[in-house]
C-alpha cells in the first residue's frame, strides 16, 4: 500500500493516535504516503530500521525528504530517534495535531466530509498537479494545471459551481 498510495485518485488521509503498535515497521511509511497527516499530541513517531540493521524499505526514505527535508529525514533515519507530535508538526511531517484522540477522529472526520463535498474532478486534478509539480518548474506546473483545467472547461462540475455562485449557494456536486 505505502507504494500505491500517492496513486489513488482519493486523497489519503493519516490519522495517528499514540504508538502504533501494529504499525512499528509500516507506521512512518504510511504516514508518509499520505497527502494529509494528522495525529494527536500524544504520538510519536519512529524509524527502527537502523537500529534492526535493515534499511526501510516501505517509501518512507523516498518520501520523508521530500515533506521534512533532507536533514530532518536524514536525522529521524540514522539515528532511529523517536520524535513527538509537536516535533513531528514544527518539522512538517504532519499538518496539525489534536488535543485528544477523539478530538483527533471528530477532526479528521470533519476534514474528510469537507473534502467530500468538494468537486471530485477538482480534488483528483489538485492532487495530480501538487504531486506532478514536485518535480518540475514552476513554469511546467503553470502549463499542466493549465491543460488540466481546459479539460474541465464542459465538466458539470464547473457548470454546478458557476449557478451555486450566482445563486448564492453552496454547491452540490455528483461523486465518483
Same mark, same amino acid.
Given at each position: 500500500?505505502?507504494?500505491?498510495?500517492?496513486?489513488?485518485?482519493?486523497?489519503?488521509?493519516?490519522?495517528?493516535?499514540?504508538?502504533?503498535?501494529?504499525?512499528?515497521?509500516?507506521?512512518?511509511?504510511?504516514?508518509?504516503?499520505?497527502?494529509?497527516?494528522?495525529? #494527536?499530541?500524544?504520538?510519536?513517531?519512529?524509524?527502527?530500521?537502523?537500529?534492526?540493521?535493515?534499511?526501510?524499505?516501505?517509501?518512507?526514505?523516498?518520501?520523508?525528504?521530500?515533506?521534512?527535508?533532507?536533514?530532518?529525514?536524514?536525522?529521524?533515519?540514522?539515528?532511529?530517534?523517536?520524535?513527538?507530535?509537536?516535533?513531528?508538526?514544527?518539522?512538517?511531517?504532519?499538518?496539525?495535531?489534536?488535543?485528544?484522540?477523539?478530538?483527533?477522529?471528530?477532526?479528521?472526520?470533519?476534514?474528510?466530509?469537507?473534502?467530500?463535498?468538494?468537486?471530485?474532478?477538482?480534488?483528483?486534478?489538485?492532487?495530480?498537479?501538487?504531486?506532478? #509539480?514536485?518535480?518540475?518548474?514552476?513554469?511546467?506546473?503553470?502549463?499542466?494545471?493549465?491543460?488540466?483545467? #481546459?479539460?474541465?472547461?464542459?465538466?458539470?462540475?464547473?457548470?454546478?459551481?458557476?449557478?451555486?455562485?450566482?445563486?448564492?449557494?453552496?454547491?452540490?456536486?455528483?461523486?465518483?
Amino acid at each position: 500500500m505505502p507504494g500505491r498510495a500517492h496513486r489513488r485518485r482519493a486523497v489519503p488521509e493519516a490519522r495517528h493516535r499514540g504508538r502504533a503498535r501494529r504499525l512499528r515497521r509500516r507506521g512512518v511509511d504510511l504516514v508518509a504516503a499520505c497527502d494529509i497527516r494528522y495525529c #494527536s499530541k500524544d504520538a510519536t513517531f519512529v524509524l527502527k530500521e537502523v537500529d534492526m540493521a535493515i534499511v526501510a524499505d516501505l517509501g518512507a526514505l523516498q518520501r520523508l525528504p521530500r515533506i521534512v527535508g533532507y536533514g530532518n529525514a536524514a536525522d529521524l533515519a540514522l539515528t532511529g530517534r523517536r520524535i513527538t507530535a509537536a516535533e513531528a508538526k514544527e518539522m512538517g511531517l504532519v499538518s496539525r495535531v489534536f488535543d485528544s484522540k477523539q478530538e483527533l477522529d471528530a477532526g479528521v472526520a470533519k476534514i474528510a466530509k469537507e473534502i467530500s463535498e468538494k468537486s471530485a474532478n477538482a480534488v483528483m486534478g489538485t492532487k495530480a498537479v501538487l504531486l506532478r #509539480s514536485r518535480d518540475i518548474t514552476v513554469e511546467q506546473g503553470l502549463e499542466h494545471v493549465a491543460t488540466w483545467n #481546459s479539460g474541465m472547461l464542459r465538466s458539470n462540475d464547473l457548470m454546478e459551481a458557476i449557478k451555486a455562485f450566482m445563486e448564492k449557494r453552496k454547491p452540490v456536486f455528483s461523486k465518483l
